[in-house]
């Protein structure tokens, strides 16, 4: 099977909430190979990210500045 690039999200804004970026389809597998993330703001921010579910097993990374 041939691979398939594309954009799965964004660019997006961060909420101030847990939110479902992108959803894997059925029979389907998926690769992430780059994820950027750009604090655009005067002030300072963080962000949390997760495979899954949000929950302390699930991070990536939590609360980065």
Do not use: E
Not at 43 to 54: H, K, M, P
């Amino acid at each position: 099977m041939a691979d398939t690039l594309k954009r799965l999200a964004g660019p997006t804004q961060l909420g101030t909430s847990a939110a479902t970026v992108y959803t894997v389809p059925g029979s389907t597998t998926t690769v992430v190979r780059d994820i950027t993330v750009a604090n655009t703001t005067g002030s300072a921010a963080t962000f949390t990210l997760s495979i899954g579910l949000d929950a302390a097993g699930t991070r990536l990374y939590s609360a980065v500045s």
